[in-house]
């Protein structure tokens, strides 16, 4: 894990609103994280005193991925999200 500091001139490039900015950030890293939740295989419902416990079979191939935060971050950074602001008018409360 690579950890650098970005520069508030990058960020503020996609919008000079930064709280915008960690909103669409925010909420990209959300939909990172309900795609990857959604790829991954459940496990089979079975109770725990009809099933020995057995190690070999919980460890399961490990793939380190990037964080969310920082995948959304590089998209916003990278210009590859796109937002569209409200009117006041279009706000229902």
């Known amino acids: 894990m690579k950890l650098k500091a970005i520069?508030?001139?990058e960020i503020s490039k996609q919008s000079s609103n930064i709280y915008k900015n960690v909103v669409?950030?925010?909420r990209r890293a959300k939909q990172v994280i309900t795609d990857r939740?959604?790829?991954r295989k459940p496990y089979e419902d079975i109770a725990d005193e009809?099933?020995?416990f057995n190690e070999e079979i919980i460890q399961e191939e490990y793939i380190e991925l990037e964080k969310p935060i920082v995948v959304a971050v590089e998209?916003?950074?990278r210009g590859e999200l796109e937002w569209f602001d409200?009117?006041?008018e279009e706000i229902k409360i």
């Open 86 to 88: 409200k009117l006041p």
């Open 7 to 9: 520069p508030f001139s």
């Open 75 to 77: 998209e916003l950074l």
């Open 24 to 26: 669409v950030a925010s």
């Open 37 to 39: 939740v959604a790829t």
């Open 50 to 52: 009809d099933y020995p």
